[in-house]
Each structure stands twice: as C-alpha cells, then as structure tokens.
C-alpha cells in the first residue's frame, strides 16, 4: 500500500464588506473579481453568494509554505477590496447581514443547487476552511478518512468563528454547521470497508438522480471530487491566520499519525456515529469552553484537557514534518480563545460601555477586518 504522500492544500472563503457601513457587499463591482482573477488566477474564484470569495492554494509539501501562500492571498484581495471601499473578513458568519438581502452568483451549479434546494440554500451566508491532504492510495484514504472522523469535533471547537446570526448571539459558537446542516448528503460520513463501497454508494445516487456526481457529497471530510486528496471541511474558517496553520497542521499529523499506527498493526477505535454527532454538537454550541466525551475513558473532559492530549498524541509525526510550532500553537487557542470568543468578548464589551447593539456589532467587524488581513504569521 502506498503510504499517503501529506501535501497540502487549504481553501478558505470570505465575506466581503463596505468599508463605510461594515455590512455585506450583497453586489460588488465586477471589476472587483476581475482583478482578483488577474492576480490570482484560478486561485481565486466566486462563491455561492457575491458576497463572498473564495481562495485555494496550490498543493504544497509543507504547512508553512501553504500558510504564506495563503497569506499573500489574502494581501492581495485586501488590497484590491479597498479601490472599492471594501474589505474581506474571515469569520463563517457575518455578525449581522441579513441572508435575504444577498444574491446569489449566477453561475449554472449555484443556479441548479437553488432550484433544487429551495430555501435551505438561500441562508447558505456562511464560509469554511477545508483543508487537503495528499492521499493517492484510495482504500487507504478511506480507512483513514474512517477513523479521523472520531476527531473532527476537537478540530470544530478550536476553529470557530460564527456565534452571530442576524444580529443576534446564537450561544452557539459555531452556527455555520447548523445552517448548513439543512442541506442533505451534510454532517459526518458513513463507514465503509472499502473505497470500492463509497464508489458504490456515489453510484447509486448518480442512477436515481439525486446527485450528478461526488462533489455534492457535502460531509465534514470525505474523498476530494477533485484531487487526489483527503478534504477536511468541518472548520470554521479562522480569522486568525496562525489559528488556521494550526488546524491545518493538526490535521496532516493526525493523518500521519494514523498511518504510523496502521503501519504496526494498530488502528484507532471506531466509535459508533451518534457518539461523535454528540462530540460534535457539543463543538458547535461551546467551543473550547465546553466538554467533549473522551469515548475511550467513557466520561465528558474539558476540552483544554482534549487538546493537550491531542498534542502529545501527534507530537511524534508533527515534528516530522517540521510542525510542532504550529500544532502547539493550539494552546494559544485555547488561552485567548477562537474568534467566536473574541467576537462576543468585543460585543459584551462595547455594550457594557454604553454602545448601542448595532454599533457593538459593527466594532467586531472593524476586529474581523484588522484580524484577516494582518501579517502575523509564526515562521
């Protein structure tokens, strides 16, 4: 069996804001795009609402060459947001935009999932970080993709970024995953023994019409459609750039670390699903101030306790690859907080102070804005 060859490659999406009023542009200016697309080139391209963008990497051998990549991306729309007096935010909810206000990218697939969809897919005001790692050996990808599933609530809890809706606190700390859950083929993945036995199940849904082909899929990781890649897209997408080298680093460790075991014989538990949903449920409402049930130990564990187990687990393989200042930079996340954290920190503040709401709304767009494009990465 071939062993799995850890590139990566990470997408992220964006809203796009007014400068002047720190709402979404629901209809930016065409030649916003076009030069996006005349610097960036197929790097960047439109999402399902105009207001948003969406970047991608090209496939890299390392984290951090990925991450300055990515860094430079988001330079170079910052910059060119701002002829137009506007300016991207990386946060997977805007704090107060309504989704009936947005239109839609006229593109043919964005036109077909409306269609079809209905109403579900009108509130899709949401962006996400996916991240890709290199796997070309298919049985292998999804014996992996089997088992990494039990740790993608830690990875949601440390990227969350959505807490607003409407103008309103959810007390979630990630409402993105509950907006997109009403879209069907969405949440965590099915089992299989085999990639012969997803390539099955794609099949069958192909022949009774209800997708065209893989890519909508939509489960929080599963086989890219595209590339020979395992795609993680259970993340927030991260304000804080070092927060997302972090999550893309400890996902490329976990892959590796689980390919070490499968190498000695070894292999993580699989848990039943509704055990992880509820990891998972308990990621989306609370983050990292929460508690997540440790299946092994069979109890509830603070996350913070999680986490540092999760960093020894992956210590070995991380420094392989040259990460361990990434993946320790997990603790940084969970001393500060994720962005959700610091959003309602901003908002609890200014309305302690006296501001109105919606002026306390609009100071965690003025954080999100500074957040985003700001050069701060850990070399």
């Known amino acids: 069996m071939k062993p799995p060859e850890l590139t990566v490659g990470i997408e992220e999406e964006y809203f796009l804001v007014h400068l002047e009023s720190r709402d979404l542009a629901e209809d930016p200016p065409e030649e916003f795009m076009l030069e996006c697309t005349k610097k960036l080139d197929k790097r960047v391209s439109p999402e399902f609402m105009r207001s948003q963008i969406e970047v991608g990497t090209r496939p890299h051998a390392s984290i951090i060459s990925a991450i ?24 997977s909810t ?11 990218t006229h593109r043919q697939r964005y036109e077909d999932l409306a269609s079809d969809l209905g109403t ?10 996916h991240v890709h790692i290199g796997i070309s050996d298919k049985d292998l990808l999804i014996d992996i993709m089997n088992q990494a599933s039990y740790f993608l609530p830690h990875i949601l809890a440390l990227s969350t970024s959505s807490p607003f809706w409407s103008g309103e606190d959810t007390s979630l700390s990630s409402y993105r995953l509950s907006v997109f859950d009403a879209l069907p083929r969405t949440g965590l993945p099915d089992y299989f023994d085999s990639f012969g036995e997803y390539e099955r199940l794609i099949g069958q849904l192909v022949r009774v019409g209800s997708i065209e082909d893989a890519s909508k ?4 990781i599963r086989p890219s459609s595209h590339y020979p890649t395992l795609e993680m897209r259970i993340s927030d997408v991260c304000t804080n750039i070092n927060d997302c080298a972090a999550i893309a680093a400890t996902f490329q460790a976990l892959i590796a670390m689980l390919y070490r075991l499968r190498q000695s014989n070894q292999r993580w538990r699989i848990y039943p699903r509704l055990t ?12 990292i101030n929460g508690k997540l049930i440790d299946l092994g130990a069979g109890k509830s564990v603070a996350v913070k306790y999680l986490v540092d187990e999760l960093i020894e687990l992956l210590r070995e393989d991380a420094k392989k690859l040259g990460t361990i200042k990434q993946l ?3 603790k940084t996340i969970i001393k500060r907080g994720t962005s959700s954290d610091k959003q309602r920190e901003i908002f609890q503040t200014a309305i302690r102070n006296g501001v109105s709401k ?20 850990s070399k």
């Open 68 to 91: 300055k990549e990515l860094e430079e991306m988001r330079a170079t729309i910052a910059a060119i947001a701002k002829k137009f007096d506007l300016a991207p935010i990386a946060a």
């Open 120 to 129: 579900p897919v009108r509130r899709l005001q949401i962006c996400g970080c």
């Open 358 to 377: 919606q002026e306390a709304l609009k100071q965690i767009i003025d954080f999100l804005i500074k957040e985003t494009s700001k050069e701060h990465i």
């Open 217 to 220: 899929i939509w489960w929080d």
């Open 94 to 104: 805007h704090p107060f935009a309504n989704y009936r206000e947005q239109i839609p």
């Open 328 to 330: 320790n930079h997990l």
């Open 276 to 287: 992880i949903e509820e990891n998972r449920w308990r990621a989306m409402r609370y983050g």
